[in-house]
């Protein structure tokens, strides 16, 4: 039986996600603003806090049949209340 891909729902294809968990406005204003160290703002945009996809594996794609399975976790993640928490986090695989 052939294999139907599609993209992964969690990286969007990338492979990649980010493995911050995200920064606040306050905090990029601090890394962007005090114009001496830049590092932080450049390993960021360049990938470097970038993490493997835990869902696909870092190849981008996930077969058709694993869709329902993604669904299933953001309900039950949507249900307990985590705004999602579990799912940006990886921790749920």
């Known amino acids: 039986m052939k294999i139907k891909w599609i993209i992964c729902p969690r990286c969007e294809g990338e492979g990649v996600v980010d493995g911050t968990g995200g920064f606040t406005q306050s905090e990029w204003d601090e890394w962007t603003d005090n114009g001496q160290d ?48 579990a799912l940006r986090s990886g921790m749920i695989f």
């Open 38 to 85: 830049t590092d932080h703002v450049d390993a960021y945009l360049e990938g470097h806090y970038d993490e493997i996809c835990k869902f696909c594996k870092g190849s981008g794609k996930i077969s058709d049949e694993r869709l329902s399975e993604w669904k299933q976790m953001c309900e039950e993640d949507e249900d307990d209340g985590g705004e999602g928490e």
